[in-house]
C-alpha cells in the first residue's frame, strides 16, 4: 500500500527555520519525482520543489535560495529544509508523488502545518 507521512511542521517566527519530512511506505523513493506542495488559507494549492531521481531539483521562485530539497534513499525519506522564513510561508506542506515536476501527481500526504509568525 502506496503511502506518504509528512512530519516536521510547527510554528516558528520570520528568519527561523524547520525541516520537513516526508516519509514513504509501499513503493522506493527514488524512483520516483517527489514533490513539495502547499497550501494557504484562502489560496489554491502551489508547488514548492521537487526532485527528480536522478537527484536533480526545481525550486519554485518564491521559495529559491531559501528552501532545499534533498532525499535519504536508505530512510526512504524526502526532506525540505526550510531557512529564512517568511510569514508567506504559512500553509499547509504536502507531499507527493508524480510522474513531473508538479503534474501527474497520484499519491499525496496528509499535510503538515508550518506558520510563520512577524
Known amino acids: 500500500q502506496v503511502q506518504l507521512v509528512e512530519s516536521g511542521g510547527g510554528s516558528v517566527q520570520s528568519g527561523g527555520s524547520l525541516r520537513l519530512s516526508c516519509g514513504a511506505s509501499g513503493f522506493t523513493l527514488d524512483s520516483y519525482i517527489i514533490g513539495w506542495f502547499r497550501q494557504a488559507p484562502g489560496k489554491e494549492r502551489e508547488g514548492v520543489s521537487c526532485?527528480?531521481?536522478?537527484?536533480?531539483?526545481y525550486y519554485a521562485d518564491s521559495v529559491k535560495g531559501r528552501f532545499t530539497i534533498s532525499r535519504d534513499n536508505a530512510g526512504n525519506t524526502v526532506y525540505l529544509q526550510m531557512n529564512r522564513l517568511k510569514p508567506e510561508d504559512t500553509a499547509v506542506y504536502y507531499c507527493?508523488?508524480?510522474?513531473?515536476?508538479?503534474?501527474?501527481?497520484?499519491?499525496w500526504g496528509k499535510g503538515t502545518l508550518v506558520t510563520v509568525s512577524s
Open positions: 507527493a508523488r508524480q510522474k513531473g515536476c508538479f503534474y501527474g501527481m497520484d499519491y
Open positions: 526532485i527528480r531521481p536522478e537527484g536533480s531539483t
